[in-house]
């Protein structure tokens, strides 16, 4: 996936353009994981937002496969085989359990029916033990933690298996140890799936034990570096702002 002269943010009801990032020029490469960071409202959320096709490009173009495809001239249908999305918050998902949610993963591939054959089954069933949430798999999505149903997210993007999967704060919610698990999983789809994964955190000392390229959102810019060139620089960074805080962290926007 390749972000060419790329801008985002959004337009008021007045059609002004509120831009939170400009001229973005930056490729996802397959087999390597790459960890978006920035300060709180400096447009992480939207650049993957837009990324995905939920949110129109204010500038720019967004190239999905080898082959040039624009990401605003595909059909939701088209867009859901090529990339898979993790958003942070509550889901709306009422009434399924976390079997059939992970099951929606499935649906770019199904009949009008949505009925799963035994090879989606498989699929579901590898997702839900790689995310750890087969012990759920009867529980209705609505009785989960948030760390849980975050994980069963997770599971659903697993299973539609795109090239490409972007993960807003996928850590968010998630214990130390679930946690490292599913960075090490990202990084797993990365290496030995090859596949294109872009993920944005807050816990930069664990993410930047895993991921391989960072993206950095700063004052409306996107500086993309090597992790091992800015990690030092990043972490001092946000420790001179912050010395109080126990944890390096940078907050979601």
Known sequence: MRLIDVSVGFRSRQSEAHVLAKDVNAQLEAGRLTCLVGRNGMGKST????????????????????????????????????????????????????????????????????????????????????????TLRKRRVETLSDGERQKAMTAKALAQQTPVMLLDEPTAFLDYPSKVETLQLLSRLAHKEGKAVLFSSHDLELAFCYADVVWQLEDGHLIVSEKEAVKEELLLAYASVAPSTSSTSFTSS
Not at 99 to 111: A, D, I, K, M, Q
Request: proline residues 2%.
């Open 47 to 134: 650049l993957l937002r837009t990324m995905a096709g939920f949110q129109p490009l204010l500038k720019g173009e967004i190239v999905v496969d080898d082959n040039g495809m624009s990401l605003s001239k595909l059909s939701n249908g088209e867009r859901s085989r090529l990339v898979s999305v993790v958003l942070t918050g509550n889901s709306d998902v009422h009434g399924l359990t976390v079997e059939e949610l992970v099951g929606l993963g499935r649906s770019p591939y199904t009949n009008f029916w949505g009925n799963l054959t035994e090879s989606d089954c498989r699929v579901v069933d590898n997702a839900m033990v790689l995310t750890g949430v087969t």
